[in-house]
């Protein structure tokens, strides 16, 4: 299959996408690449006509519309090596060494970053730049692919800046960030800048039954309840304690008729995603430090005794942890908000009679509770709620607080 076949609904973005991988084949083919325009300028190499290649690419999308996915499948067509190439083909065939080692995240020459910690620091873009410099192994594409350029701090970005300003020969930037405002204005200025779409439900259903074995039903409705949200689709789909979770948040709001529901559904909503950090933990903490303590020569187990000098590794292993936890719990609490939102988004519907698919139409009985007892003027005050304790959280405000003034901002309306 071609790389982009993962790609859902974003038909405008992989033409685009796969014009650019056919000019930058072009290029190296041609062994001209960069020798008569100046480093990563769009055409370096052309003797006429405008290149679609560039050397930096910003990605923006809601949640779920495939980044990253698009980001990865345009690196494995940067670095195809297919024969066909020379016979018409275009680039990103998904078979060939350089298609197949791209996408299962083990090229030489392309290099993936994501972080499951809060931010990315000024350490981890210097590395990143450092890395860059460097000419390509292969002799094609030097790729860095930054999943989450919205979490670069302000110092981090300032120091990408200087690399994309002055790219090295061959090296090409995919950057990926919700929005074009999550991106520093002087980094999305040197990029080319391509927007994502939300997928279309059915185009979800379809890719979750193709590539992931998921019956057609269960397919439909996981994609239906997520708006087009592939990950969440998936994951819905095939865990079970993800189906039971979503169904605890669409109980909240018949639950907060006096302010003890309210508190207590807050309550419930933090010890919920507390547990998704600690299922985490429980999966990746403690393989970690076994693997630190046996590279730093501690004896085999837990209660092997570190050499003299190593408690500083350790300490920052510790801390990486905490904050990985931290950021866990936030994205598992972000989640339960988006599906409470699209509670009270399908309330509205039913209030203004609009002709739009309810997306949880399995609850469809406390819809039509809450649709009758109130307005679509304090349903549209609940979504406000909802989106300012999103915010708050954004903000680093204390989550039971967050949750607590919306929980009461809910029952009021």
């Not at 302000?154 to 300003?165: C, I, P, R, Y």
């Amino acid at each position: 299959m071609a790389v982009w076949d993962d790609v859902v609904g974003q038909e405008r973005v992989t033409q685009e996408l796969a014009a650019a991988a056919r000019d930058a084949d072009a290029l190296v083919s041609a062994d001209r690449a960069l020798h008569t325009a100046a480093p990563g300028e769009p055409g370096a190499g052309e003797s006429g006509g405008a290149s679609r290649m560039t050397h930096a690419w910003l990605f923006t999308g809601p949640p779920g519309s495939g980044r990253s996915t698009v980001a990865r499948a345009f690196a494995a067509a940067l670095q195809c090596v297919s024969p066909d190439r020379a016979l018409g083909g275009a680039p990103g065939c998904g078979f060939c060494d350089g298609c197949h080692t791209t996408l299962v995240g083990t090229h030489a020459d392309v290099e993936i970053v994501r972080t499951d910690l809060l931010s990315i620091g000024v350490k981890e873009t210097r590395d990143l730049v450092r890395r860059a410099s460097l000419s390509p192994a292969g002799g094609r594409w030097q790729v860095i692919v930054l999943e989450d350029a919205d979490r670069l701090t302000e110092g981090a970005g300032n120091v990408l800046l200087k690399a994309v300003e002055e790219p090295a020969p061959r090296t090409v930037w995919l950057l990926c960030a919700p929005s074009i405002e999550d991106v520093l204005p002087t980094i999305r200025s040197r990029c080319r800048h391509l927007s994502l779409r939300t997928p279309p439900v059915d185009a979800v259903a379809d890719v979750l039954v193709r590539r992931d074995g998921i019956a057609p039903e269960a397919a439909a409705a996981a994609a239906r309840v997520t708006q087009g949200h592939i990950g969440r689709a998936r994951r819905l789909a095939t865990d079970e304690r993800a189906r039971a979770r979503r169904a605890a948040v669409l109980k909240l709001p018949l639950r907060i008729d006096d302010i003890g529901g309210c508190l207590k559904a807050a309550q419930e909503l933090i010890d919920a995603a507390g547990e998704d950090a600690k299922q985490v933990a429980e999966e990746v903490d403690t393989k970690e430090t076994e693997e630190l303590r046996a590279a730093l020569g501690a004896a085999a187990g837990t209660g092997g005794r570190l050499p003299r000098g190593t408690a500083g590794a350790m300490k920052e292993l510790q801390d990486r942890q905490k904050r990985r936890a931290t950021r866990t719990q936030r994205d598992s609490l972000d989640l339960a908000l988006v599906d409470l939102t699209g509670f009270y988004r399908d309330v509205l519907t039913l209030q203004l009679g609009a002709p739009v698919p309810l997306a949880n139409d399995e609850v469809g009985d406390s819809l039509d509770r809450v649709a009758r007892a109130s307005t679509p003027v304090r349903t549209l005050r609940r979504i406000e709620a909802i989106i300012a304790c999103r915010e708050a959280l954004d903000r680093n405000v204390a989550p039971l607080l967050a949750v607590e003034a919306m929980t009461a901002a809910l029952r009021a309306g």
